[in-house]
Each structure stands twice: as structure tokens, then as C-alpha cells.
């Protein structure tokens, strides 16, 4: 088996045992902020009971790193769309089925005020136009701050996960210098990894920033772009390359 079969193995086997004995994991149900499918979306389990080979995580970091490990994603982070909704709605259907604990009502409640909790799929259940989306309308509209400072123990740059998080909705998780796709190259352990390059660097100080302000790009072209006494535009590292592969060839 897979490790994708394997837990949808056992997602199956906790979604019946929280359904007919809940009572027994009430207090892990309440606390619990995340929430992982089988791919027909029938079944639930919370993502610390849904290791590998049956195994229990203790720890809901390390549950969640793992589950992204092997391309699950959160789908709260997906622009609104018609398998979002879908998603959402099978997730409450299976929630009204286990009565030893609200979780719709907790789920309702921390949307309207931490937004802490995430609905998990594997990223193979997304649409095409999900997973190659290029253009987000509703994400280019929201301005995010960045760039200023405050001090906790030393003064850093802030920087906003969010609008990182909207950029590659909008751009995509492909290179934009030099085209590395690291799903292709690592497969689900590199799905959704790239790096977000600041048009107009943070360090220049504090601004509305918007995804149209960012690009994504890989950690060596990223480099590229900041090394030196200036900051290259993607279009000169872009001649860069091409030019050092004409040099190469010749």
C-alpha cells in the first residue's frame, strides 16, 4: 500500500469509531483545529489520528507535516469555487453524524474569529483550475502590510504570510526565471514548494503590498536576483541564462 492508501485506510476505520464511540475521544474531538478526507469525502477523522500504518500522532505539528508531505493541502486557502463548496458541504453532512461533540458549531466559530482550522484533501482530488490557477481576481483586490518594523527581541522585517499564500494561488508554484517545477522533479514532497520574490523589496520599508507585487520563484534564481549591488529584474536574469546558454553551445 501506498501512504495515501494507508491513510485513507485509516481515516475510514476513525471516521466509524468517532461516529459510533466518540465519547471515548471527546476530548481530542474538542480540540481538534484540522480535518482529513478519503477521497470520496464520506469520511472524516481529526489529522492527529490519521498516521501511517494506524499510528496516532500526539503532536498536531508533526501530524500536519506529515499529511502535507504526501500532498495533502488545506482547502480553506483555495479561492471559493465549486469544489470548495463541495468539499465544505460533505464535511458538514459528516459532522452532523457524530453527536458527541459540535464540531460543525466550533468550525463556524473559529472562521468568524481565529481562522485556525483547516479542511484537508489530497491535492489530487483538485480540479485543473484549482491547481494551475492564473488568475485570481478576488486575492489581486486584498492589500496586506508589510515591510515595517517591530521589535520583539531584535528588530526584524515583517512579512506577510497571506499575501505569500494568495501569490502562488494567483501565479502559480512555477518558476517564473527559469521554469523549475519541483512536483515534477520531487513529486508530492516538492508539490506547492516555491519561493515568493518581492518586485520591490521589503527592506525598502513599509507599503501596501498586493500579489501582483510578487512572483514566484526557485531558491537559486532567487538568489540571483538579489545578488550584487542591485536587484535584477526577472526579465535580465532571464537574458542572463539565455545568453550563458548561447556561450555554452558555441
Known amino acids: 500500500m501506498t501512504d495515501e492508501e494507508n491513510v485513507y485506510k485509516t481515516i475510514q476505520e476513525r471516521s466509524k469509531f468517532i461516529i459510533d464511540r466518540g465519547d471515548e475521544w471527546t476530548k481530542e474531538i474538542s480540540s481538534a483545529k484540522n480535518y482529513i478526507a478519503t477521497p470520496d469525502l464520506k469520511n472524516w477523522t481529526f489529522g492527529k489520528s490519521a498516521g501511517l500504518d494506524n499510528t496516532y500522532h500526539s503532536n498536531g505539528g508533526t501530524a500536519k507535516k ?3 508531505s504526501i500532498g495533502f493541502i488545506d482547502i480553506l486557502k483555495l479561492p471559493d469555487s465549486k469544489f470548495k463548496k463541495t468539499v465544505l458541504k460533505s464535511f458538514e453532512t459528516w459532522t452532523t453524524r457524530v453527536k458527541t461533540f459540535d464540531i460543525l458549531d466550533k468550525f ?30 478576488e486575492s489581486n483586490q486584498f492589500f496586506f502590510d508589510e ?59 513599509q507599503r501596501k503590498t498586493n500579489v501582483s507585487d510578487l ?28 545568453n550563458q546558454k548561447r556561450n555554452s553551445s558555441t
Open 66 to 68: 506529515w499529511l502535507y
Open 108 to 137: 463556524n466559530k473559529d472562521q468568524i474569529n481565529n481562522q485556525r482550522f483547516e479542511i484537508l484533501v489530497h491535492n489530487s482530488l483538485l480540479p485543473k483550475t484549482l491547481l494551475n490557477k492564473t488568475n485570481t481576481k
Open 147 to 205: 515591510g515595517f518594523k517591530k521589535v520583539i527581541v531584535r528588530e526584524i522585517t515583517v512579512r506577510s504570510r497571506k499575501v505569500v499564500s494568495d501569490a502562488k494561488i494567483k501565479h502559480g508554484v512555477i518558476c517564473a526565471v527559469c521554469e523549475f517545477d519541483f512536483a515534477k522533479t520531487y513529486g508530492a514532497h516538492g508539490f506547492g514548494f516555491i519561493e515568493m520574490h518581492h518586485l520591490n523589496p521589503v527592506k525598502d520599508g
Open 215 to 242: 512572483q514566484p520563484v526557485c531558491p537559486n534564481c532567487h538568489r540571483m536576483l538579489h545578488k550584487g549591488d542591485r536587484l535584477l529584474s526577472i526579465d535580465e536574469l532571464k537574458k542572463i541564462i539565455k
